[in-house]
């Protein structure tokens, strides 16, 4: 399984980005996806979390009421909207798939199965 992120980019504080994920060579099906990001000289750290099932969703703190993963099942798409952008939110960032359906999901970068090469977000003050 190959994962792809993208829709990174520079922006100002304030602003807002949409970061997408998808798949090659097979689907989402029965996974639970994450978000997590690195900032250079820090660990990776989880950011949000999707399950199967639609209606369960985790964010981190930092970023409850600026940040909003949804998933696109039939498309194999998980996206991140992510507004209100602070420079602290810079970083690169990860899209991972974690085996487990329904309403499975989890912030332990070591439950997950498949990582995608991040993209670069950098927000300017």
């Known amino acids: 399984v190959q994962l792809q992120a993208f829709g990174g980019g520079l922006v100002q504080a304030g602003g807002s980005l949409r970061l997408s994920c998808t798949t090659s060579?097979?689907?989402?099906?029965?996974?639970?996806m994450g978000w997590f990001r690195q900032a250079p000289g820090k660990e990776r750290e989880f950011v949000a979390a999707?399950?199967?099932?639609?209606?369960?969703?985790y964010y981190r703190d930092s970023v409850k009421g600026r940040f909003t993963i949804s998933r696109n099942n039939a498309e194999n798409t998980v996206y991140l909207q992510m507004n209100s952008l602070k420079p602290e939110d810079t970083a690169v960032y990860f899209c991972?798939?974690?085996?487990?359906?329904?309403?499975?999901?989890?912030?332990?970068?070591?439950?997950?199965?498949?990582w995608g090469r991040g993209t670069q977000v950098t927000v300017s003050s």
């Open positions: 999707i399950a199967w099932s639609l209606s369960f969703t």
């Open positions: 991972a798939a974690s085996s487990g359906g329904g309403g499975y999901w989890t912030k332990d970068p070591g439950d997950y199965d498949y």
């Open positions: 060579g097979r689907t989402f099906s029965g996974y639970a």
